[in-house]
């Protein structure tokens, strides 16, 4: 559950970046009243997070699911 809180936040993350990127317009501090806004830093916190929170899915060995014969 975590690990999908985690990749939500992530993709949140990625398209606000993308916003920036091309349109120079940040999603995030538009809606929340600017980047200095206290929930505009906590949606930042929490990507920062939860990209961290991320590293180890590249280092976690994948559950096995067993096939269906």
Known sequence: M??????ILLIIG????GLIGIFRFDLVAYLFGGQAAVISR???TLVA????????????DR?????RS
Do not use: Q, T
Not at 49 to 60: E, N, Y
């Open 14 to 17: 990625g398209v606000n970046w």
């Open 63 to 67: 559950e096995l699911v067993p096939s």
């Open 42 to 44: 906590l949606i930042y």
């Open 49 to 60: 997070i939860s990209a961290v929170w991320c590293i180890s899915l590249l280092f976690r």
């Open 2 to 7: 975590l690990d999908r809180i985690a990749l």
